[in-house]
């Protein structure tokens, strides 16, 4: 089942069941099985001073495992393209949270990341892929700020949140337990946080509609019209 919260433009958005459950069984286990290093690792000079977290290291043995798993889930799930958009994905990094390393204060991500192979990704949507349960934990709250307000996600291990790159946002303190969670950078083919909303809400309603009406020449029009408004604005 996919669950959708649809807060404010830009879009933040919630997606179920990324991993089945024998990929969140494997991802999990092989994060038992990994050295944990400093979180400092990837934090620009602002994150610096409010990140406290452990993270996998760029030579940790189960990254590139882990790394391969997650893409090949995104690959396949349908709501994540058309949400995102994706035309570079920077590869995933994996962290947790708890006993002394417990929390991220407020921040901004990076809009520009350097991937290893492939040069400078630009970071237009930011992604956790939680990978513990909530009741694992306590605390752990990853809050994103915008025009109206803050709001909390904490999702079922295996679930997603996307959110503008450009929010300002923090975990807070895990009190009890530890939070692993998968997090990326995506660089969409609409740079615009408001034109990539706007062909979300329309892609829906071509589902929907199609799903009531089939084929009818006003849906086969209207999908005319949501690609050539891509056509218009994504880069590739």
Same mark, same amino acid.
């Given at each position: 089942?996919?669950?959708?919260?649809?807060?404010?433009a830009?879009?933040?958005?919630?997606?179920?069941?990324?991993?089945?459950?024998?990929?969140?069984a494997?991802a999990?286990?092989?994060?038992?099985?990994?050295?944990?290093?400093?979180?400092q690792?990837?934090?620009?000079t602002?994150?610096?001073?409010?990140?406290?977290?452990r993270?996998?290291?760029?030579d940790?043995?189960?990254?590139?495992?882990?790394?391969?798993?997650?893409?090949a889930?995104l690959?396949?799930?349908p709501?994540?393209?058309?949400?995102?958009?994706?035309?570079?994905?920077?590869?995933? &990094?994996?962290?947790r949270?708890?006993? =002394?390393?417990?929390?991220?204060?407020?921040?901004t #991500?990076?809009? +520009?990341? @350097?991937?290893?192979?492939?040069g400078y990704?630009?970071?237009?949507?930011?992604?956790?892929?939680?990978?513990?349960?909530?009741e694992?934990?306590?605390g752990?709250?990853?809050?994103?700020?915008?025009?109206?307000g803050?709001?909390?996600?904490?999702?079922?291990?295996?679930?997603?949140?996307?959110?503008?790159?450009?929010?300002?946002?923090?975990?807070?303190?895990?009190?009890?337990?530890?939070?692993?969670?998968?997090?990326? &950078?995506?660089?969409?083919?609409?740079? =615009?946080?408001?034109?990539?909303?706007?062909?979300? #809400?329309m892609? +829906?309603a @071509?589902l929907?509609?199609r799903?009531?009406?089939?084929?009818?020449?006003?849906?086969?029009?209207?999908?005319?019209?949501?690609?050539?408004?891509?056509?218009?604005w994504?880069?590739?």
């Open positions: 089942m996919t669950v959708f919260l649809r807060i404010t830009p879009m933040l958005l919630t997606i179920d069941d990324i991993l089945t459950p024998e990929e969140l494997k999990r286990d092989l994060l038992d099985r990994s050295l944990w290093a400093s979180g690792i990837t934090a620009g602002q994150a610096a001073r409010a990140k406290n977290n993270q996998l290291a760029e940790a043995e189960h990254l590139p495992a882990l790394r391969r798993l997650v893409l889930a690959q396949r799930n709501m994540f393209f058309t949400a995102a958009l994706p035309l570079k994905i920077l590869p995933p &990094f994996f962290n949270y708890g006993g =002394d390393a417990n929390h991220y204060g407020w921040h #991500d990076n809009a +520009m990341r @350097l991937a290893p192979d492939s990704v630009r970071a237009d949507v930011s992604a956790t892929l939680f990978l513990s349960d909530p694992e934990y306590e752990g709250l990853l809050t994103i700020e915008d025009t109206f803050n709001h909390g996600v904490k999702l079922k291990a295996g679930s997603m949140v996307l959110y503008p790159s450009s929010s300002i946002h923090q975990v807070t303190a895990v009190t009890r337990g530890q939070r692993s969670a998968c997090f990326m &950078f995506i660089e969409s083919m609409v740079r =615009d946080p408001g034109q990539r909303r706007l062909l979300f #809400d892609d +829906m @071509l929907d509609l799903a009531r009406l089939g084929e009818a020449d006003s849906v086969v029009r209207l999908t005319g019209a949501y690609h050539n408004l891509l056509r218009r994504a880069s590739s």
